[in-house]
């Protein structure tokens, strides 16, 4: 009985970590909307992960996606870095400002967002490149978008402030079962 319960402690140890974690990022401003759905998110995205992740960079995401989908805009604004560099499906540069303007003004709302695979590769101490696979819907200007997409980020920490995307790339994934 002793072994089941450590068994069942030690396969959601990680998550307990993440959440330790995620209490330091508590000084950043979130909605209460946000909160509520940073619990699940950070499980799903936990869920996702392949090989070594940092834990921060696993809070990170999963920060991102809550924020994505309850269009927090202000937490966005804490996770994006202001001179981002992102590369959409379009192959258009988008700007963080664009990015922003696009959530407040519900031109854009993330509908579904299930994480599929979250691999990383540390590049030094302050800089992390994630490969992001996840199923999305996207209402564009009141048009669902949706199917499997691939998203690149860089996520950074300069002068010791929190991890933030400075740069990334999406691509829809061609052939994945919709």
Not at 19 to 32: A, Y
Not at 46 to 54: D, E, F, L, S, Y
Not at 101 to 124: I, T
């Amino acid at each position: 009985m002793v072994d089941h319960i450590r068994d069942r402690f030690d396969q959601f140890l990680p998550t307990l970590k993440l959440k330790n974690e995620l209490r330091t990022f508590d000084r950043h401003p979130f909605t209460e909307c946000t909160r509520l759905v940073l619990d699940e998110a950070l499980v799903i995205m936990q869920a996702a992960v392949r090989g070594a992740v940092p834990p921060e960079i696993v809070v990170a995401e999963a920060r991102l996606r809550a924020a994505q989908l309850a269009a927090d805009v202000p937490a966005l604004d804490q996770l994006i870095d202001e001179d981002l560099l992102f590369t959409g499906p379009d192959g258009q540069l988008g700007t963080k400002a664009a990015d922003l303007a696009s959530h407040a003004s519900g031109a854009v709302r993330v509908r579904q967002h299930q994480p599929e695979e979250l691999r990383a590769r540390a590049v030094g101490e302050q800089v992390v490149i994630t490969a992001l696979r996840t199923r999305m819907q996207v209402d564009v200007g009141g048009r669902l978008v949706g199917g499997v997409y691939r998203y690149t980020r860089v996520w950074a920490r300069e002068g010791g402030q929190a991890w933030r995307v400075v740069a990334g790339h999406v691509a829809e994934v061609q052939g994945a079962e919709q």
